[in-house]
Nanobody, 121 residues
């Protein structure tokens, strides 16, 4: 199993980024996928999740209306479109696959190495 995040970078407040997570080594469409983030000195938090086929989604209150999670099962990839970025969105962003058939806060069993997002003027 491998999860590889990309798309992070340094942006100014109000700008956008699109993160990607390329999955391999497992049947991607069989798993709920999530994006987490961890800011310096803070605990890792669930940002967004998406179910296997129906595409039902979950968002943390702090990103609702600004972030959009999506998946392309044909490409084994999950995305996180981040708009109207704020300095408080600065964090390492990780994708993870869940072992539950629904979106939950139970930590996933596999994680990528993360991609850093820095929002600063």
């Amino acid at each position: 199993v491998q999860l590889v995040e990309s798309g992070g970078g340094l942006v100014q407040p109000g700008e956008s980024l699109r993160l990607s997570c390329a999955a391999s080594g497992f049947s991607f469409s069989d798993y709920v996928m999530t994006w987490y983030r961890q800011a310096p000195g803070k605990v890792r938090e669930l940002v967004a999740g998406i179910t296997r086929v129906s595409g039902s989604t979950y968002y943390a209150d702090s990103v609702k209306g600004r972030f959009t999670i999506s998946r392309d099962n044909a490409k084994n990839t999950v995305y996180l479109q981040m708009n109207s970025l704020k300095p408080e969105d600065t964090a390492m962003y990780y994708c993870s696959r869940l072992t539950t058939p629904f979106i939950s806060t139970i930590p996933g069993d596999y994680w990528g190495n993360g991609t850093m997002v820095t929002v600063s003027s």
